[in-house]
């Protein structure tokens, strides 16, 4: 079974800098894309940054310039350095990875981590 593990959320104060990361485990033969969603409360799932296994990125508006996305294809491992934090970044991160195929196995599945919560205040 795939796992997705995430760490590196906590308290930051306004103008601080957090970095993410997420590990996937499990017998994984590929990861098409790795990336990261945000919930904050009261507030629906918004796309943060997702990865391709060739790197290719996208970011959502209000994180761009702000936020990285980083992957190490051979960890299956996603990142996101997060700068500049504001108040209004405060939220529930949650990894995902899609298209996963596992060893041995031809079907592709989407899994999603636990989540990490990032709270910015000061």
């Known amino acids: 079974q795939v796992q997705l593990v995430e760490s590196g959320g906590g308290l930051v104060q306004p103008g601080g800098s957090l970095r993410l990361s997420c590990a996937a485990s499990?017998?994984?033969?590929?990861?098409?894309?790795m990336g990261w969603y945000r919930q904050a409360p009261g507030k629906q799932r918004e796309l943060v940054a997702t990865?391709?296994?060739?790197?290719?990125?996208n970011y959502a508006d209000s994180m761009k310039g702000r936020f990285t996305i980083s992957r190490d294809n051979a960890k299956n491992t996603v990142y996101l350095q997060m700068n500049s934090l504001k108040p209004e970044d405060t939220a529930v991160y949650y990894c995902?990875?899609?298209?996963?195929?596992?060893?041995?196995?031809?079907?592709?599945?989407?899994?999603w981590g636990q989540g990490t919560q990032v709270t910015v205040s000061s």
């Open positions: 990865i391709t296994s060739s790197g290719s990125t």
């Open positions: 995902y990875a899609i298209r996963v195929v596992v060893a041995g196995a031809f079907e592709e599945y989407d899994y």
């Open positions: 499990g017998s994984i033969f590929s990861i098409y894309a």
